[in-house]
């Protein structure tokens, strides 16, 4: 069975326990690698390289650093068959997604922040007649990353990269769940020839190692993408050591249709924000609100073309829904469609596993499911499931959807369709989240904002708000 190592100082090693974890290919059900199950004793090896690496490295002309990440994009580009199928093996999600949309992705936020340094510049505060202020911008240190599962490299990447650009050193640590691209980019950077210590990645369980990065005192700063249970448990930790923090936590997204959208456009769109990636993207719409007038219509229309959704083996390019990433996650969603229907909701279509035929009979699918019949204010549609299941329920009025879209717990995503643009721009100022989007889903720009309110997060990624997080301000004022 294929080893995973972590990568520490520059160097491809063991953990220092010896001990594996198994990692598994959902689609089959089956361990396929081993994935070290690392500890503080890695993280502390990790965090010693990021140290003694760091001096070098923060001083490093930024044009310099932009070289050598250029470069790791330009190997990532070069592997991008291997690296797709992998993620396609690892995730479970289809392996034309993740070479078109999520490893072109990675690249993408290499590409960005690589060349961002480069132009990336402070702020001065003249005060005529008596002083000048300027800020100085410098790196934090050693920080950490810590990345979910659902788009492995894609949300590695987009932390990993604003923090190396900006002079930072990194102990990283993916999620045990789909270690194996993280894996890969590490031979990546051996072969770009990053310096050692600059990125160092500790394989293994949040628990242990994901604790240990929060905990080290040498860890100035954590950025971190997961559950919202998890991002209460770090900020718990680091809050006494005063650590900057960054946390993207969960979603539960409304998707607000109103009558007058265009149809066609909204159909689509809808199909991708509620099933894309199996539903696991924390961006994913999962309460589908409709204006009454056209509820049954929308029903019908997205019924129809739900079912006919091909759900099977990752590797196939016709396959639209793959497998659940992991079987606990299986279990959980299989849980809530129970819910589901214990708290009244009935089952439109989908709500079953599926067993498709050949070498993935035994994985964990799930059926595209879509339920009616929910209250707005139900566990089903309070809770984040993050898998292949939405509900849906009409609305009458303006104000009304925005209650049942503002109720949770949550603000990541909305989804607004309209052809009313007065009514558009209303509907994002009330809206409580920090994206919103207007008759489309999952436009990024990586220049915006990106991250959530309420129990969706703290704080910001994406274009300077990253640099800004990844390095320390001082402002320095001279008497003239
Ligand atoms: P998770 O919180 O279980 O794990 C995320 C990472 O944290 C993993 O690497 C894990 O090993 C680590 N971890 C677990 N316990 C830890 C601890 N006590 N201390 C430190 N690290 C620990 O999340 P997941 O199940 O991997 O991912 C799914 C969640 O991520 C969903 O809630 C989803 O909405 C969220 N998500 C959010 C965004 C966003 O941008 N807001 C993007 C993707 C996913």
Redesign the pocket.
């Known amino acids: 069975m294929k080893k995973i190592f972590n990568y520490i100082n520059g160097k491809l090693v063991e953990p220092i326990s010896g001990k594996y974890l198994d990692n598994f290919d959902p689609s089959t059900g089956k361990a396929y690698s081993h994935c070290p199950d690392s500890d503080e004793r890695d993280v502390e090896l990790a965090t010693q390289a990021a140290l003694q690496a760091f001096g070098a490295w923060s001083v490093l002309a930024p044009e310099k650093r932009s070289r050598i990440m250029l470069r790791i994009a330009e190997l990532i580009e070069k592997n991008i068959d291997e690296l797709a199928e992998a993620e396609s093996i690892d995730q479970g999600k289809p392996k034309w997604l993740a070479k078109n949309g999520e490893i072109p992705r990675a690249i993408s936020n290499i590409r960005f922040f690589g060349t961002a340094i480069e132009h990336f510049a402070s702020e001065a505060h003249p005060m005529p007649g008596h002083a000048i202020n300027y800020t100085l911008r410098t790196p934090i240190g050693v920080v950490g990353c810590?990345?979910?599962?659902?788009?492995p490299l894609y949300?590695f990447t987009w932390k990993i990269a604003p923090a190396l650009a900006s002079g930072n050193c990194v102990v990283a640590?993916?999620?045990?769940?789909t270690p194996m691209t993280a894996y890969l980019l590490a031979q990546i950077c051996i072969q770009a020839g990053l310096p050692h210590g600059v990125l160092n990645i500790v394989h293994?369980?949040?628990?242990k190692?994901?604790?240990a990065?929060?905990l080290h005192s040498q860890i100035k700063a954590i950025s971190?993408?997961?559950?919202?249970?998890?991002?209460a448990?770090?900020a718990r930790?680091a809050a006494p050591m005063f650590k900057k923090l960054s946390l993207?936590?969960?979603?539960k997204n409304p998707n607000i249709i109103f009558a007058d959208c265009n149809f066609d456009k909204m159909l689509e769109e809808t199909l991708r924000s509620s099933f894309l990636n199996q539903g696991?993207?924390?961006?994913c719409g999962s309460r589908i609100f409709i204006e009454r007038s056209i509820y049954n219509k929308f029903k019908n229309a997205f019924i129809e073309k739900v079912k006919a959704r091909v759900i099977g083996d990752p590797l196939f390019d016709t396959t639209l829904v793959g497998a659940i990433a992991s079987k606990m996650?299986f279990e959980k969603v299989m849980s809530y469609i129970e819910l589901a229907k214990q708290e009244g909701g009935t089952v439109l279509c989908g709500g079953n596993q599926v067993n498709p035929e050949g070498r993935c009979s035994a994985g964990w699918f799930i059926a595209p499911t879509v339920i009616e019949g929910l209250s707005f204010d139900c566990r089903t549609n309070q809770e984040?499931i993050?898998g292949p299941v939405v509900t849906i329920a009409p609305f009458d009025t303006e104000e009304e959807v925005l209650m049942f879209a503002n109720s949770t717990e949550f603000g990541?995503a909305a989804t607004i369709w309209t052809e009313n643009l007065t009514l558009a721009h209303r509907m994002a100022a009330e809206i409580k989240s920090g994206i919103v989007w207007i008759n489309c889903w999952l436009l990024r720009d990586l220049r915006t904002p990106?991250?959530?309110v309420k129990n969706?997060?703290v704080g910001r990624?994406g274009g300077w708000e990253a640099m800004r997080f990844f390095t320390e301000p001082k402002n320095v004022c001279i008497k003239l």
Not at 173 to 177: C, H, L, Q, T
Not at 224 to 231: I, L, P, S, Y
Not at 248 to 251: A, K, Q, V, Y
Not at 280 to 283: A, G, R, V
Request: one cysteine or more; proline letters at 4%.
């Open positions: 810590i990345s979910p599962w659902n788009l949300l640590k993916p999620s045990e769940i293994g369980l949040g628990e190692v994901g604790s990065i929060t971190f993408t997961g559950g919202t249970k998890t991002g448990e770090i930790l993207e936590l969960g979603g696991e993207i924390c961006l996650h984040e993050f990541l990106f991250g959530g969706s997060g990624e």
